[in-house]
């Protein structure tokens, strides 16, 4: 059930999960017998949160259905910076960053990660200041972004 502008369909939410648009934030209710619970499940306009909502143990848990690979933050960085990215199938993640010569320049990640959100913090404190690109790979999904090392 969804609403907007903080606004509830009463009629459909009695013991189920209702999702609106309130302040530029998607909310969640969860009601389970007695139980509510009122989550804030990302930004609406902002940051758009591809994902599905389910229910384990009685806690909401949020599931990617899309890859994705979000710009890195701070950017320009000096010597670290967070790097944040989905899977949305279980698979082998590759993570790796290169320099403008397209030479690998470290490789982050390479495991199989289940369906997921993750963030790592990147150190690049032995490496010179300079341009360097990021690349997500997983099952069919590729994607590169830029990032910026000032010193």
């Known amino acids: 059930v969804v609403g907007s502008a903080g ?12 999702i609106i ?28 949160v591809l994902c599905g909502v389910g229910v384990e143990d009685n806690k909401i848990k949020v599931i990617p259905t899309e890859y994705s690979l979000s710009q890195n933050y701070p950017n320009p960085f000096n010597p670290t910076t967070k790097i944040r990215y989905q899977v949305a199938a279980t698979g082998l993640v590759s993570l790796q960053v290169y320099n403008l010569l397209g030479e690998l320049t470290a490789t982050l990640v390479n495991e199989v990660k289940p369906v997921g959100t993750y963030e790592l913090i990147w150190n690049a404190a032995n490496l010179p200041s300079g341009v360097y690109f990021y690349k997500l790979q997983s099952n069919n999904f590729i994607e590169t972004k830029k990032m910026l090392l000032l010193k």
């Open 21 to 48: 648009v309130e302040d530029d934030l998607l909310k969640m209710w969860y009601g389970g017998g007695n139980a509510a619970y009122v989550g804030k499940i990302g930004y609406a306009q902002s940051d758009p």
């Open 7 to 18: 606004q509830w369909d009463e009629q459909y939410v009695g013991s189920g999960v209702a």
